[in-house]
């Protein structure tokens, strides 16, 4: 049996999938860094003008930039790969020690054909030895997603430690010996699998470990304080461990990104708008961050009071017409149980009866595909509404105005 390398992509949330990455095109210019082979550990010093790395490596180099983008697991922080020059906040530090890092394996194997029927997607299997009862508990059958007749064993617990002494040999006859004593007594024959991977992910050095969780200690808030910024917005830090809403999770990782390059954005804009600040030093230091801010601000305020709110989903209606097909702003929002102004909005421009539908939908994942699939609609950032968007959101605020203006000559 060979056992070759075999790589597998399965999109687990499809629906992220046609979230418009605005905030990632906006930043095509800045440095991607990624750790070499070689690589022994990372000396990050944040404290002074720029933030620095330097690869502690034969030849290493130094990478110097105005911002640093971190989103290594935390299964890497926790074990110290990065030393950070100075030390990071006592918090962030305490949240790192208290959050758990988990450790699930998996063996994936292509066949030759479907021996376990096309119809299945999971199917378990029980240990008589409790000791073991995490090996190869649960397989995934990835053919309607892979292309192919994909099936996955999932190792966890103390067995996923134990897998990773075994050699992938010996693994994968331990998981044949599992699937011919379940389907051999159905008449039905395990051929050998063609291709097969098996993973190591709390021995690798750029992960030790899978997934996060909330270890006996810790709570949701350390995810908030993983996710802070240090460093007056020189150090960022993205990854699942930083998603509070959707920990452990691809498109949790994947969110997180899309947030902190929104926050990357926002800060680069504030530091571009610095002399002209500085020419203001009457302002107080609020009146400084509305100037900045000023339009998404406006925007925001316009959503406090949205003609039609569903889960994530908000609408404002064009004010000049109550026709069914009249065009409607939409605002999804991103980030947690409560949306904040730190939370990142999405945008795209609906109709007045599309809203209505939407509304009726359950669940913000399902609405979303309903977006794409039924209407066409791909959500972008404030700045990709174009002339239509931003003259609708003009429109909206002028009526809101004028029925401002009305309640106070009421009032007189």
Request: net charge neutral; glycine share 10%; aromatic share 10%.
């Given at each position: 049996?060979?056992?070759?390398?075999?790589?597998?992509?399965?999109?687990?949330?499809?629906?992220?999938?046609?979230?418009?990455?605005?905030?990632?095109?906006?930043?095509r210019?800045?440095?991607t860094?990624?750790?070499?082979?070689?690589?022994?550990?990372?000396?990050?010093?944040?404290?002074?003008?720029?933030?620095?790395?330097?690869?502690?490596?034969?030849?290493?180099?130094?990478?110097?930039?105005?911002?640093?983008?971190?989103?290594?697991?935390?299964?890497?922080?926790?074990?110290?790969?990065?030393?950070?020059?100075?030390?990071?906040?006592?918090?962030?530090?305490?949240?790192?020690?208290?959050?758990?890092?988990?450790?699930?394996?998996?063996?994936?194997?292509?066949?030759?054909?479907?021996?376990?029927?096309?119809?299945?997607d999971?199917?378990?299997?029980?240990?008589?030895?409790s000791?073991?009862?995490?090996?190869?508990?649960?397989?995934?059958?990835?053919?309607?997603?892979?292309?192919?007749?994909?099936?996955?064993a999932?190792?966890?617990?103390?067995?996923?430690?134990?897998?990773?002494?075994?050699?992938?040999?010996?693994?994968?006859?331990?998981?044949?010996?599992?699937?011919?004593?379940?389907?051999?007594?159905?008449?039905?024959?395990?051929?050998?699998?063609?291709?097969?991977?098996?993973?190591?992910?709390?021995?690798?050095?750029?992960?030790?470990?899978?997934?996060?969780?909330?270890?006996?200690?810790?709570?949701?808030?350390?995810?908030?304080?993983?996710?802070?910024?240090v460093?007056?917005?020189?150090?960022?830090?993205?990854?699942?461990?930083?998603?509070?809403?959707?920990?452990?999770?691809m498109?949790?990782?994947?969110?997180?990104?899309?947030?902190?390059?929104?926050?990357i954005?926002?800060?680069?804009?504030?530091?571009?708008?610095?002399?002209?600040?500085?020419?203001?030093?009457?302002?107080?230091?609020?009146?400084?961050?509305?100037?900045?801010?000023?339009?998404?601000?406006?925007?925001?305020?316009?959503?406090?009071?949205?003609?039609?709110?569903?889960?994530?989903?908000?609408?404002?209606?064009?004010?000049?017409?109550?026709?069914?097909?009249?065009?409607?702003?939409?605002?999804?929002?991103?980030?947690?149980?409560?949306?904040?102004?730190?939370?990142?909005?999405?945008?795209g421009?609906?109709?007045?009866?599309?809203?209505?539908?939407?509304?009726?939908?359950?669940?913000?994942?399902?609405?979303?595909?309903?977006?794409?699939?039924?209407?066409?609609?791909?959500?972008?950032?404030?700045?990709?509404?174009?002339?239509?968007?931003?003259?609708?959101?003009?429109?909206?605020?002028?009526?809101?105005?004028?029925?401002?203006?009305?309640?106070?000559?009421?009032?007189?």
């Open positions: 049996m060979s056992i070759r390398s075999l790589r597998i992509h399965k999109n687990e949330c499809s629906w992220i999938g046609i979230l418009q990455t605005w905030n990632m095109q906006m930043l210019c800045y440095l860094f990624q750790w070499r082979s070689g690589t022994k550990m990372i000396h990050m010093r944040w404290a002074e003008t720029t933030a620095s790395f330097l690869e502690e490596m034969e030849g290493g180099q130094v990478f110097r930039g105005d911002m640093v983008l971190c989103t290594v697991p935390l299964g890497v922080l926790k074990r110290g790969s990065i030393e950070f020059v100075p030390e990071l906040p006592q918090p962030k530090k305490e949240a790192i020690q208290r959050l758990g890092f988990g450790l699930l394996n998996k063996v994936a194997m292509l066949f030759p054909y479907d021996f376990w029927g096309g119809g299945i999971t199917f378990g299997h029980l240990s008589e030895d000791s073991m009862r995490g090996e190869f508990f649960l397989f995934y059958s990835y053919s309607s997603v892979a292309g192919g007749p994909l099936l996955i999932l190792v966890a617990g103390e067995s996923a430690i134990k897998f990773e002494t075994r050699s992938p040999v010996d693994a994968v006859g331990r998981v044949m010996d599992i699937l011919k004593r379940i389907f051999t007594p159905k008449g039905i024959v395990v051929p050998n699998p063609v291709q097969v991977v098996c993973t190591r992910w709390g021995k690798d050095r750029f992960t030790y470990g899978s997934y996060s969780y909330v270890a006996v200690g810790a709570s949701g808030d350390d995810y908030d304080v993983l996710a802070e910024s460093g007056d917005g020189k150090v960022f830090f993205a990854g699942e461990a930083t998603n509070r809403r959707y920990p452990a999770t498109h949790g990782a994947f969110l997180s990104g899309l947030r902190e390059a929104a926050n954005l926002r800060v680069a804009n504030r530091r571009s708008l610095a002399p002209l600040e500085a020419n203001a030093k009457s302002l107080t230091p609020l009146e400084k961050t509305n100037s900045v801010i000023q339009n998404g601000q406006e925007l925001d305020e316009l959503f406090e009071t949205p003609d039609l709110s569903f889960g994530s989903f908000s609408v404002l209606f064009d004010p000049r017409s109550v026709d069914i097909d009249s065009t409607s702003l939409l605002r999804v929002g991103f980030g947690g149980e409560k949306l904040e102004s730190g939370s990142l909005f999405l945008y421009l609906i109709s007045r009866k599309q809203a209505m539908e939407l509304s009726k939908v359950d669940g913000d994942g399902n609405r979303v595909r309903v977006l794409n699939r039924n209407y066409g609609v791909r959500l972008v950032g404030r700045s990709a509404l174009g002339s239509v968007g931003e003259s609708l959101i003009s429109y909206i605020k002028s009526a809101r105005i004028s029925c401002k203006g009305g309640e106070i000559m009421e009032d007189k």
